[in-house]
């Protein structure tokens, strides 16, 4: 049975910047959820160093994308902490130093760089300048219920109960259809070029390897795709490693300059 919320008034503010963003730059969503996801599996290493038993399998850790172009979804999967219906509701539902000075000063600066998003702690709202529909499923590292919550960015969400065995968030974004905003392309989110592009320009350096999934194609003589043997495959597009911590001669001219 589903829970029904409403935002804090504070986060349907950021919402509303964010769905009426005329900012150009919309590919930051993918550097937040990103980034959150990153964090999520730090916190559950730090957590292992003392309760073994939540460590993931084989200490393998990642961050999976998955692009849907004809369904027009976009997947962001981690195996990091998880949250509990508590946690969702605290982390998505509420800002923690709401009606402050600071909130009212963070509203005009997203408004007017909306780039920042992420240095405020609310990056997950980015997600609804490229989405109409977001939907989380979650399950903690502790052992609790795994939850489903989702939103369309009404002023309100629903948290569900969901089957998921494990650890970890997954997140679902409903891309906008191409219409409701002439001046984007946005179906390029759901193209693999376009998120190779943006994972290595913003999250290279995530020490955790960054698996987008890809479609790898045979072709005959005449360079046609031959059909039926074409085959899905994880890769891994980021090196996780800062270009100043590598050998000179390791870096191109190319990863130099950029």
């Known amino acids: 049975m589903s829970e029904k919320f409403s935002f804090q008034a504070e986060i349907q503010k950021v919402l509303d910047l964010m769905i009426?963003?005329?900012?150009?730059?919309?590919?930051?969503?993918?550097?937040?959820?990103?980034?959150?996801a990153s964090d999520a599996i730090d916190k559950r290493k730090y957590v292992a160093l003392s309760k073994t038993d939540l460590a993931a399998n084989n200490n393998e850790y990642f961050i999976q994308i998955i692009p849907d172009t004809n369904a027009r979804t976009l997947k962001i999967i981690d195996n990091g902490i998880g949250m509990t219906k508590e946690e969702v509701i605290e982390n998505i539902g509420t800002i923690a130093k709401s009606g402050t000075k600071q909130f009212v000063e963070m509203a005009r600066q997203l408004k007017e760089n909306p780039e920042l998003i992420g240095q405020f702690g609310v990056g997950?709202?980015?997600?609804?300048?490229?989405?109409?529909?977001?939907?989380?499923?979650?399950?903690?590292?502790?052992?609790?219920?795994?939850?489903?919550?989702?939103?369309?960015?009404?002023?309100?969400?629903?948290?569900?109960?969901?089957d998921k065995s494990d650890v970890g968030t997954e997140i679902t974004l409903h891309l906008k259809p191409a219409e409701k905003n002439e001046e984007d392309e946005l179906e390029e989110f759901?193209?693999?070029?376009?998120?190779?592009?943006?994972?290595?320009?913003?999250?290279?350096?995530?020490?955790h390897p960054i698996q987008l999934l890809t479609t790898k194609y045979e072709y005959d003589k005449d360079g046609k795709v031959i059909p039926g043997k074409t085959k899905q495959e994880f890769e891994t597009a980021n090196s996780q490693k800062a270009l100043w911590t590598r050998q000179p001669s390791e870096v191109s001219k190319e990863e130099y300059t950029e």
């Open 20 to 36: 009426h963003s005329v900012y150009s730059n919309k590919e930051v969503f993918l550097r937040e959820l990103v980034a959150n």
């Open 124 to 162: 997950f709202y980015s997600t609804f300048m490229v989405a109409d529909k977001v939907q989380v499923v979650t399950k903690p590292a502790t052992g609790e219920a795994a939850s489903l919550w989702e939103s369309t960015g009404d002023g309100t969400y629903t948290i569900t109960a969901a």
């Open 190 to 207: 759901s193209e693999e070029y376009t998120l190779k592009k943006i994972i290595q320009k913003y999250s290279d350096f995530i020490p």
